[in-house]
């Protein structure tokens, strides 16, 4: 990149940080909507067509459009605009600095560092004598810190078509240190809980003990998750299983009559949320059955998410690959642990790959920065992408 072309990418980023868009699910959030002005202004001013999708009151998904050659081909390029909570941070959140080639600032890895590089592209593109082979959508969107509603309200039904989304290939910027990712573990969250009879401590042979019961339950999930991680994804390893909360009881002379868990299951390729629901609730029973006594409820899920699994061959992970040879970067595609809103967009047959600057050890983090030079190179790669993507040449 040029020297201006640089200047210009991390400036953008450095404005985007200032912007408080943490979740207004989360401590200090707020809704994203002045983001999403900032967004739909900065491509206004380059006239560059954009459309609005009002998903909550003030929460609206902004969206892009390069027209290419073949307008009924597209790719579509998503970053999300909500932050987590600033909670627990130990620089100023909202004033971004660049120091020992690094940009801090809360959102700067994720993923405000890929959303700069994804915007200026596109408006490099805008810029280009010759089009593209196919449109180019770029889409900021809500909502991927707490429970994805805005890119399923875009997959649902996207602006101006009113229609469900088609596209030949998606890209997705959550930090990859640039490395392709085409495959990432779903997830399934839910409850668990255990009832039981109240009763004085001292007499406690007059009450069911819930705690007692809970203990069950968990030592059958932990031999459950053993046997679980002897089947393992090439890319993604194995499933897990995580007991994250226990609450039970209510003071310590009391024979508790509840007791509840909370789960998280990290779900491969070939897995659903509610094949898994399934699993487990067969394993409830299982234990009931050995015990009239012990009376365990399964609760719905409280978020699910499907896996993501995009063919190694598919005609946008080969252009992506070859894009990532010519600069000279590792084209080895990858799989992550961690959820995106990539599964939705692959969930629809949209083949899909995860990629962006920074590493996933630094987003949410104390301390979050972004590597400025990564920024750059996303940019590139992403206008190299744009530009040289053809999904007729598979056809």
Known sequence: MSSSSTASVLSLLADLVRINSVNPNYEGGVPEVELANFVQRYFQQRQIETWRQEVYPQRPNIIARVPGRDASRRIVFEAHLDTVSTAGMSIPPWEPEIRDGRMYGRGACDTKGGMAAMMHAL??????????????LFAATIDEEYSYR???????????????LRADAAIVAEPTDLRAVIASKGLVRWKIETIGRAAHSAKPHLGVNAIEA????????????????????PLLGAATCNVGVIRGGVQINFVPDRCEIEIDRRLLPGETPQSALVHYQTLVDELTGQDPELKVVMHEPMLTDVPLETDADCQAVRTMRQ?????GLDDTPLGVPFCSDASKFGARGIPSIILGPGSIDQAHAAVEYVDVYQVEQAAEVY?????????????
Not at 221 to 232: C, H, K
């Open 123 to 136: 408006a490099n593109l805008s810029e280009e004598a010759v089009p593209p082979p196919c449109d180019v």
């Open 150 to 164: 805005g890119v399923v309200a875009l997959c649902e039904s996207l602006p101006p078509e009113a229609q469900p």
């Open 214 to 233: 809970m203990a069950r339950v968990v030592a059958a999930l932990e031999a459950d998750t053993r046997e679980m991680a002897t089947r393992t994804h």
């Open 383 to 395: 206008r190299r992408f744009m530009l040289t993507f053809d999904p007729t040449a598979e056809e």
């Open 323 to 327: 894009v990532l040879e010519t600069i």
